[in-house]
């Protein structure tokens, strides 16, 4: 099994940072991805950044912004959000492909969420 625990969420105003951390533990092979996702009151998760083979991707609406990077050696991806605007209010979900030991598939793991929230 595996867990993915997120912390670093909060409350910040407009034009503020936060630093979204999660880290992956439990019986793990091989980590193929590690994302994050965001849910905005009302609205579907979508897609903030995601990192596979060293290589970040983000959505437009947060590049210039947020830089998703790994922690070294451990399994903990890092999101720091800086120049923050309401409209970034959110549960942030972590999400990853895993493959646990003695398996070659990955499987799709998701952390609870930490809240976002940012006023004006």
């Known amino acids: 099994q595996v867990q993915l625990a997120e912390s670093g969420g909060g409350l910040v105003q407009a034009g503020g940072s936060l630093r979204l951390s999660c880290a992956a533990s439990?019986?793990?092979?091989?980590?193929?991805?590690m994302n994050w996702y965001r849910q905005a009151p009302g609205k579907e998760r979508e897609v903030v950044a995601t990192l596979g083979g060293g290589v970040p991707n983000y959505a437009d609406s947060v590049k210039g912004r947020f830089t998703i990077s790994k922690d070294g050696a451990n399994e903990r991806v890092i999101l720091q959000m800086n120049s923050l605007e309401p409209e970034d209010t959110g549960v942030y979900y972590c999400?990853?492909?895993?493959?646990?030991?003695?398996?070659?598939?990955?499987?799709?793991?998701w952390g609870q969420g930490t809240q976002v929230t940012v006023s004006s």
């Open positions: 999400n990853a492909w895993i493959s646990t030991i003695g398996s070659t598939r990955p499987n799709e793991y």
């Open positions: 439990g019986s793990i092979s091989t980590t193929h991805m």
